[in-house]
């Protein structure tokens, strides 16, 4: 079975700071996802990386994929109380069906 | 622009009772989802397909049936529900099976 362990799981923190939340496996992906939910909605796609060391910037985030395609990051910087949500990974590929996602990094910015 | 929709958005099941959850994209996407979350379990993967006439099973697919006569449609049907299938579910779909995928906003049901 295809791991992915988020990190941390919970993170409150104030406004203005920087963050970066962890997407760790064992195992190879074809690409990966992160996704932002919101309560009582569905999860909303932000980015996807499919080569090995590739980063992408999505305003105020930054995301990594790892150079072995089994980890990626992502880095909020100068954080905002708009921020505040559930953040999920998956991972596509690497012999598994669908998508396979981590628990998800619940974050919350303080004003 | 609707995207994926799912209904009904709310539904309370007695043990024992059946119902179909609905899912419809207009993306004219080939492959489709169905995953559960549970707190404290994240997203985990119930049935999915590749294609019209093509379905196959994902982490979790027992007490779940899934069918895809269209491309649009991919209704999956609870045949005997029981408490443990109290959850959120949600629909997906994507133009392929590693591309980002567009969900919908999820059916929360309690089966008492």
């Known amino acids: 079975t295809q791991l992915l362990e988020q990190s941390p799981q919970f993170l409150s923190i104030q406004e203005g700071e920087n963050l970066t939340v962890y997407c760790n496996s064992s195992?190879?992906?074809?690409?990966l996802q992160w996704y932002r939910q919101e309560p009582g909605e569905g999860p909303v796609l932000l980015v996807t990386?499919?080569?090995?060391?590739e980063v992408k910037k999505l305003k105020r985030l930054t995301f990594q994929f790892g150079d072995a395609r089994k980890d990626s990051s992502l880095h909020i910087t100068a954080a905002q109380p708009g921020d505040t949500g559930l953040y999920l990974c998956?991972?596509?590929?690497?012999?598994?069906?669908?998508?396979?996602f981590g628990k998800g990094t619940h974050l919350i910015i303080q004003p | 622009n609707a995207g994926v929709t799912q209904t009904p958005k709310f539904q309370v099941l007695k043990t024992g009772q059946s119902m179909t959850l609905q899912c419809a994209q207009d993306?004219?996407?080939?492959?489709m989802s169905w995953y559960r979350q549970d707190p404290g379990m994240g997203l985990r993967l119930i049935h999915y397909s590749v294609g019209a006439g093509i379905t196959d099973q994902g982490e979790v697919p027992n007490g779940y049936n899934v069918s895809r006569s269209t491309t649009e449609d991919f209704p999956l049907r609870l045949l005997s529900a029981a408490p443990s299938q109290t959850s959120v579910y949600f629909c997906?779909?994507?133009?392929?099976?590693?591309?980002?995928?567009?969900f919908g906003q999820g059916t929360r049901l309690t089966v008492v």
């Open positions: 195992s190879v992906f074809s690409s």
């Open positions: 997906a779909s994507s133009r392929q099976g590693r591309a980002g995928a567009f």
């Open positions: 993306m004219n996407h080939e492959y």
């Open positions: 998956a991972g596509a590929g690497g012999g598994a069906d669908g998508l396979t």
């Open positions: 990386v499919v080569t090995g060391g």
